[in-house]
């Protein structure tokens, strides 16, 4: 099995962060879809989505909390894995185990 090569990007300004109120049983710990399906494009692995999550993306330092938030949620939602973070000045690297580790499907 080849190499995972890690994915880079830059936070579209585009992007909203903001989060709604969260309702009991929310699914989307509220966010909408579409701002989930988002962030989880800036880290999901090009060779399929159900891979392990390996990322860097560039992110303005004071957004970098929001943006690790809904992350976080994006990629347990997609994947049911927790992603890890670390920061190096305005780059976030972020790793997670992927659905099929995850789910082992």
Same mark, same amino acid.
């Given at each position: 099995?080849? /190499?995972?090569?890690?994915? /880079? $990007?830059?936070?579209?300004?585009?992007?909203?962060?903001?989060?709604?109120?969260?309702?009991?049983?929310?699914?989307? $710990?509220?966010?909408?879809?579409?701002?989930?399906?988002?962030?989880?494009?800036?880290?999901?692995?090009?060779?399929?989505?159900?891979?392990?999550?390996?990322?860097?993306?560039?992110?303005?330092?004071? /957004?970098?909390?929001?943006?690790?938030?809904?992350?976080?949620?994006?990629?347990?939602?997609?994947?049911? $894995?927790?992603?890890?973070?670390?920061?190096?000045?305005?780059?976030?690297?972020?790793?997670?185990?992927?659905?099929?580790?995850?789910?082992?499907?």
């Amino acid at each position: 099995m080849a /190499k995972q090569v890690t994915k /880079k $990007s830059v936070l579209p300004e585009t992007l909203n962060l903001e989060r709604g109120p969260v309702k009991p049983d929310d699914l989307l $710990s509220g966010y909408e879809r579409p701002q989930l399906e988002a962030a989880f494009d800036l880290v999901a692995c090009e060779e399929g989505w159900k891979m392990p999550v390996k990322a860097v993306v560039i992110v303005p330092p004071e /957004k970098a909390q929001a943006f690790e938030l809904l992350v976080t949620h994006a990629v347990a939602f997609f994947t049911g $894995s927790i992603p890890t973070f670390a920061c190096a000045g305005n780059r976030i690297a972020v790793n997670a185990a992927g659905y099929y580790l995850t789910i082992g499907a």
